[in-house]
Protein backbone atom coordinates (compact mmCIF):
# COMPACT_ATOMS: atom_id res chain seq x y z
CA UNK A 1 0.00 0.00 0.00
CA UNK A 2 1.57 3.53 -0.68
CA UNK A 3 0.92 7.11 0.82
CA UNK A 4 0.97 9.85 -1.78
CA UNK A 5 2.44 13.21 -0.75
CA UNK A 6 1.58 15.77 -3.45
CA UNK A 7 4.45 18.36 -3.55
CA UNK A 8 4.05 20.31 -6.69
CA UNK A 9 2.87 23.32 -5.51
CA UNK A 10 4.96 26.68 -6.12
CA UNK A 11 4.82 27.34 -2.14
CA UNK A 12 3.24 30.90 -2.98
CA UNK A 13 2.33 31.69 0.04
CA UNK A 14 5.98 31.65 1.54
CA UNK A 15 7.32 33.54 -1.34
CA UNK A 16 10.52 34.94 -1.63
CA UNK A 17 11.76 31.73 1.24
CA UNK A 18 10.12 29.78 -1.37
CA UNK A 19 11.93 30.92 -4.59
CA UNK A 20 14.88 28.80 -4.50
CA UNK A 21 13.78 26.18 -1.62
CA UNK A 22 10.79 24.00 -1.80
CA UNK A 23 8.15 24.47 0.68
CA UNK A 24 8.21 20.81 1.80
CA UNK A 25 12.21 21.58 3.31
CA UNK A 26 11.27 24.84 5.18
CA UNK A 27 12.30 23.90 8.77
CA UNK A 28 10.12 22.29 11.37
CA UNK A 29 11.99 22.56 14.69
CA UNK A 30 14.65 19.61 13.87
CA UNK A 31 13.89 18.60 9.95
CA UNK A 32 11.66 19.50 6.74
CA UNK A 33 7.90 19.76 6.92
CA UNK A 34 8.05 17.11 4.23
CA UNK A 35 9.79 14.54 6.69
CA UNK A 36 7.29 14.00 9.35
CA UNK A 37 4.96 13.55 6.79
CA UNK A 38 6.88 10.76 4.94
CA UNK A 39 7.30 9.22 8.25
CA UNK A 40 4.29 9.04 9.38
CA UNK A 41 3.16 7.54 5.84
CA UNK A 42 5.95 4.81 6.90
CA UNK A 43 4.76 4.54 10.19
CA UNK A 44 0.93 3.35 9.25
CA UNK A 45 0.79 0.38 6.69
CA UNK A 46 2.56 1.91 3.60
CA UNK A 47 5.33 0.25 2.17
CA UNK A 48 6.63 2.76 0.43
CA UNK A 49 5.72 6.87 0.06
CA UNK A 50 5.09 8.35 -3.49
CA UNK A 51 6.46 11.90 -3.77
CA UNK A 52 4.11 13.80 -6.30
CA UNK A 53 7.07 16.24 -7.07
CA UNK A 54 7.71 18.80 -9.71
CA UNK A 55 11.15 18.60 -11.74
CA UNK A 56 11.96 22.20 -10.10
CA UNK A 57 12.38 20.31 -6.57
CA UNK A 58 14.94 18.23 -6.49
CA UNK A 59 16.03 19.54 -3.23
CA UNK A 60 13.22 17.32 -1.66
CA UNK A 61 14.77 14.54 -3.64
CA UNK A 62 18.33 14.86 -2.57
CA UNK A 63 16.85 14.95 1.32
CA UNK A 64 15.86 11.15 1.21
CA UNK A 65 19.09 10.30 -1.04
CA UNK A 66 21.35 8.09 0.42
CA UNK A 67 24.61 10.60 1.62
CA UNK A 68 27.40 7.60 2.64
CA UNK A 69 30.01 10.24 1.84
CA UNK A 70 28.58 12.37 4.81
CA UNK A 71 27.97 9.66 7.24
CA UNK A 72 31.66 8.12 7.07
CA UNK A 73 32.72 11.74 7.40
CA UNK A 74 30.38 12.48 10.73
CA UNK A 75 31.47 9.01 12.13
CA UNK A 76 34.92 9.47 11.54
CA UNK A 77 34.66 12.92 13.63
CA UNK A 78 32.81 11.14 15.90
CA UNK A 79 29.23 12.75 15.24
CA UNK A 80 27.12 9.10 15.33
CA UNK A 81 23.55 10.75 16.30
CA UNK A 82 24.10 12.96 13.05
CA UNK A 83 25.40 10.16 11.13
CA UNK A 84 22.20 8.08 12.25
CA UNK A 85 19.89 10.97 11.72
CA UNK A 86 21.32 11.27 7.75
CA UNK A 87 21.40 7.68 7.26
CA UNK A 88 17.91 6.87 8.37
CA UNK A 89 16.18 9.50 6.27
CA UNK A 90 18.93 8.45 3.09
CA UNK A 91 17.08 5.04 3.74
CA UNK A 92 13.58 5.68 3.44
CA UNK A 93 11.33 3.87 1.15
CA UNK A 94 10.30 7.08 -0.83
CA UNK A 95 9.45 7.34 -4.93
CA UNK A 96 8.73 10.27 -7.14
CA UNK A 97 6.18 11.10 -9.86
CA UNK A 98 6.19 14.14 -11.21
CA UNK A 99 3.21 16.39 -12.08
CA UNK A 100 4.34 18.61 -14.78
CA UNK A 101 1.33 21.17 -14.66
CA UNK A 102 -0.40 22.57 -11.30
CA UNK A 103 -3.82 21.28 -12.66
CA UNK A 104 -5.02 21.17 -8.85
CA UNK A 105 -4.81 18.21 -5.95
CA UNK A 106 -6.77 15.44 -7.82
CA UNK A 107 -4.54 15.62 -10.96
CA UNK A 108 -1.33 15.34 -8.56
CA UNK A 109 -3.04 12.27 -6.84
CA UNK A 110 -3.91 10.77 -10.62
CA UNK A 111 -0.45 11.63 -11.50
CA UNK A 112 0.80 8.42 -8.85
CA UNK A 113 -2.07 6.16 -10.63
CA UNK A 114 0.05 4.01 -11.72
CA UNK A 115 2.19 3.29 -8.47
CA UNK A 116 -1.20 2.18 -6.73
CA UNK A 117 -1.51 -0.29 -8.75
CA UNK A 118 -5.38 -1.07 -8.23
CA UNK A 119 -4.63 -1.34 -4.48
CA UNK A 120 -6.35 1.10 -1.63
CA UNK A 121 -3.96 3.96 -0.79
CA UNK A 122 -3.37 6.92 1.46
CA UNK A 123 -3.12 10.64 0.20
CA UNK A 124 -1.17 12.77 3.20
CA UNK A 125 -1.24 16.76 2.37
CA UNK A 126 1.92 18.26 3.53
CA UNK A 127 1.12 21.07 4.57
CA UNK A 128 -0.74 19.50 7.80
CA UNK A 129 1.46 17.49 10.14
CA UNK A 130 0.70 14.57 12.91
CA UNK A 131 3.95 13.97 14.55
CA UNK A 132 2.26 11.45 16.70
CA UNK A 133 1.59 9.18 13.29
CA UNK A 134 -1.71 8.48 15.03
CA UNK A 135 -4.26 9.06 12.60
CA UNK A 136 -3.66 7.51 9.94
CA UNK A 137 -4.29 3.95 11.89
CA UNK A 138 -7.30 5.15 13.46
CA UNK A 139 -8.28 5.74 9.68
CA UNK A 140 -7.64 2.60 8.86
CA UNK A 141 -9.37 0.96 11.89
CA UNK A 142 -12.51 2.74 10.89
CA UNK A 143 -12.56 1.43 7.25
CA UNK A 144 -11.71 -2.28 8.63
CA UNK A 145 -14.99 -2.11 10.39
CA UNK A 146 -16.95 -1.26 7.10
CA UNK A 147 -15.65 -3.42 4.62
CA UNK A 148 -12.59 -1.53 3.75
CA UNK A 149 -14.17 1.64 2.66
CA UNK A 150 -12.83 4.83 2.25
CA UNK A 151 -12.21 6.98 5.25
CA UNK A 152 -11.24 10.72 5.07
CA UNK A 153 -10.32 13.16 8.31
CA UNK A 154 -12.59 16.19 8.99
CA UNK A 155 -12.54 18.72 11.41
CA UNK A 156 -14.56 20.95 12.55
CA UNK A 157 -14.12 24.48 11.84
CA UNK A 158 -15.63 28.42 12.84
CA UNK A 159 -17.91 29.19 10.32
CA UNK A 160 -15.59 31.95 8.41
CA UNK A 161 -13.15 29.30 7.60
CA UNK A 162 -15.66 26.96 5.79
CA UNK A 163 -14.69 28.58 2.19
CA UNK A 164 -11.32 27.56 2.65
CA UNK A 165 -11.78 23.55 2.83
CA UNK A 166 -13.76 20.92 1.30
CA UNK A 167 -17.02 20.38 3.09
CA UNK A 168 -18.73 16.59 3.68
CA UNK A 169 -22.49 16.15 4.06
CA UNK A 170 -23.58 13.15 6.02
CA UNK A 171 -24.89 11.95 9.41
CA UNK A 172 -23.04 10.61 12.73
CA UNK A 173 -22.84 7.09 13.09
CA UNK A 174 -20.97 7.37 16.51
CA UNK A 175 -19.00 9.70 18.19
CA UNK A 176 -16.22 10.26 15.98
CA UNK A 177 -17.58 8.56 12.69
CA UNK A 178 -19.79 9.66 10.15
CA UNK A 179 -21.08 8.37 7.12
CA UNK A 180 -20.82 10.37 4.32
CA UNK A 181 -23.38 11.43 1.90
CA UNK A 182 -21.75 14.44 0.00
CA UNK A 183 -18.73 16.42 -0.49
CA UNK A 184 -18.40 19.94 -1.56
CA UNK A 185 -15.39 21.88 -2.29
CA UNK A 186 -14.85 25.30 -0.88
CA UNK A 187 -18.55 26.07 -0.86
CA UNK A 188 -19.72 29.13 0.34
CA UNK A 189 -21.22 29.26 3.75
CA UNK A 190 -24.93 29.35 3.11
CA UNK A 191 -24.31 26.39 0.80
CA UNK A 192 -21.86 24.48 3.34
CA UNK A 193 -23.56 21.14 4.36
CA UNK A 194 -21.68 21.02 7.47
CA UNK A 195 -18.67 22.40 9.52
CA UNK A 196 -16.82 19.49 9.00
CA UNK A 197 -14.10 19.91 6.93
CA UNK A 198 -11.71 17.85 5.28
CA UNK A 199 -8.19 17.83 6.92
CA UNK A 200 -5.68 16.68 4.76
CA UNK A 201 -5.79 12.70 5.29
CA UNK A 202 -7.36 10.33 2.83
CA UNK A 203 -7.46 6.07 3.32
CA UNK A 204 -9.17 5.76 -0.83
CA UNK A 205 -10.19 3.26 -2.01
CA UNK A 206 -8.78 2.18 -5.96
CA UNK A 207 -12.22 3.23 -7.44
CA UNK A 208 -11.15 6.80 -6.29
CA UNK A 209 -7.76 6.59 -8.85
CA UNK A 210 -10.18 5.37 -11.58
CA UNK A 211 -12.70 8.29 -11.49
CA UNK A 212 -10.07 11.11 -10.80
CA UNK A 213 -9.42 10.13 -14.22
CA UNK A 214 -12.32 11.70 -15.85
CA UNK A 215 -13.05 14.68 -13.42
CA UNK A 216 -13.55 17.61 -14.99
CA UNK A 217 -11.96 20.94 -13.64
CA UNK A 218 -14.03 22.40 -11.11
CA UNK A 219 -13.51 25.16 -8.08
CA UNK A 220 -10.88 27.71 -9.20
CA UNK A 221 -10.41 25.72 -12.54
CA UNK A 222 -8.45 22.75 -10.99
CA UNK A 223 -9.20 18.95 -11.03
CA UNK A 224 -10.74 18.28 -7.49
CA UNK A 225 -10.16 15.45 -5.60
CA UNK A 226 -12.96 16.16 -3.64
CA UNK A 227 -14.93 15.73 -6.93
CA UNK A 228 -13.90 12.52 -7.33
CA UNK A 229 -14.75 11.78 -3.86
CA UNK A 230 -18.42 12.79 -3.95
CA UNK A 231 -18.34 11.13 -7.60
CA UNK A 232 -17.10 7.91 -5.87
CA UNK A 233 -19.79 7.76 -3.71
CA UNK A 234 -22.44 6.96 -6.00
CA UNK A 235 -21.07 3.20 -5.89
CA UNK A 236 -19.67 3.09 -2.65
CA UNK A 237 -19.46 3.67 1.15
CA UNK A 238 -17.53 6.40 2.76
CA UNK A 239 -16.92 7.24 6.26
CA UNK A 240 -15.05 10.27 8.01
CA UNK A 241 -13.47 10.18 11.52
CA UNK A 242 -13.66 13.43 13.18
CA UNK A 243 -10.12 14.12 14.58
CA UNK A 244 -9.02 16.79 17.46
CA UNK A 245 -7.42 20.10 15.76
CA UNK A 246 -4.81 19.64 18.49
CA UNK A 247 -3.77 16.35 16.93
CA UNK A 248 -2.72 18.05 13.16
CA UNK A 249 -0.54 21.12 12.44
CA UNK A 250 -1.22 23.68 10.28
CA UNK A 251 2.12 24.81 8.22
CA UNK A 252 0.31 26.17 5.17
CA UNK A 253 0.77 29.73 6.04
CA UNK A 254 4.01 31.71 7.70
CA UNK A 255 1.96 33.00 10.83
CA UNK A 256 0.74 29.03 11.25
CA UNK A 257 4.27 27.27 10.24
CA UNK A 258 5.56 29.72 13.10
CA UNK A 259 3.03 28.70 15.35
CA UNK A 260 3.46 25.22 14.76
CA UNK A 261 7.56 25.08 15.00
CA UNK A 262 7.07 27.01 18.88
CA UNK A 263 4.51 24.39 19.98
CA UNK A 264 6.61 21.33 18.93
CA UNK A 265 9.92 23.15 19.54
CA UNK A 266 7.88 23.61 23.37
CA UNK A 267 7.10 19.81 23.42
CA UNK A 268 10.47 18.42 22.42
CA UNK A 269 12.19 20.31 25.31
CA UNK A 270 9.64 21.42 27.51
C1 LIG B 1 -7.20 20.96 -0.17
C2 LIG B 1 -8.48 20.18 -0.50
C3 LIG B 1 -9.58 20.53 0.50
C4 LIG B 1 -9.08 20.27 1.92
C5 LIG B 1 -7.79 21.04 2.17
C6 LIG B 1 -7.21 20.66 3.53
O1 LIG B 1 -7.42 22.32 -0.41
O2 LIG B 1 -8.88 20.49 -1.82
O3 LIG B 1 -10.72 19.75 0.24
O4 LIG B 1 -10.08 20.64 2.84
O5 LIG B 1 -6.81 20.76 1.18
O6 LIG B 1 -6.08 21.42 3.81
P1 LIG B 1 -6.23 23.39 -0.55
O7 LIG B 1 -5.82 23.72 0.84
O8 LIG B 1 -5.15 22.72 -1.34
O9 LIG B 1 -6.83 24.56 -1.27
Known amino acids: MKALIPAAGLGTRFLPATKAQPKEMLLVVDRPAIQYVVEEGLASAADEVVIVNSREKK????????????????????????????????SYPVSYVY??????????????????AGEPFYVLLGDVLVPDNGMLPAMQAVSDAHGGASVIAVMPVPDDEV??????????????????????EKPA???????????????????????????????????????ALDAVLAEEEMYALIVDPADGFDTGTVESWLETNNILFQRKNG
Open 189 to 227: LEDAPSNLAVFGRYLLSPRVMELLADVQPGVGGEIQLTD
Open 99 to 116: QEEALGLGHAVRCAAEKT
Open 59 to 90: AIEDHFAPNPELVALLRERGKDAYADAVEAVG
Open 163 to 184: SRFGVIAGAPISDDVWKVDALV
